[in-house]
């Protein structure tokens, strides 16, 4: 699997059998590839502040790769009023699939857009806040599947995170 965290309040600890040990938090997003075998392990290394977060687990393109980590940082300028490119094939964190993850945090009434290439699909996830989609109402943890579409077009009604995953 290819694996992404991206945490949304608190933090997570990851530890591995590759020797890799590293606090994720907000803003932060971590990739792992397991390909080949991996051991890991992830806790809430607070006693007191709880975590959230969003783990999206993709198929890779094949089997077998190699395990892999991967922990960058996206500073909330970069995020803040449009789509940014994350992770995918050619992105800062590189995932061995044609997928590409975007993410966005929006103030209320914000508008971002992303143009969808003919024959490809989108996956929106409300991480936070209340949006509306092409005119459709969503509000935190609501995913929306999108095939047929030539733009997405988002709308911060409160301020409001949100993940875009464009797919074949």
Known sequence: ?????????????????????????????????????????????????????????????KKNLKPEYEQLAFPDKDLRGKFLHVAGPKAPITIRQDADLFIARLDQNDETKHEIKSGRHAWVQVAK???????????????????????????????????LFDLA
């Open 1 to 61: 699997m290819e694996i992404l965290t991206w945490i949304l309040d608190g933090a997570i600890e990851h530890r591995d059998s590759m020797g890799t040990g590293a606090v994720i938090r907000p803003g932060e997003l971590q990739h792992m590839t397991a390909g080949s075998g991996i051991l890991h392990s992830e806790f809430n290394p607070s006693p007191k502040d709880p975590t959230h977060l969003l783990q999206i687990w993709i198929v890779p393109e």
């Open 129 to 163: 806040g209340n949006v509306r989609l092409n005119d459709v109402e969503l509000k935190q943890g609501d995913g929306a599947a999108i095939s047929k579409e030539n733009e997405i077009r988002v709308v911060a009604q409160e301020p409001s995170e949100v993940l």
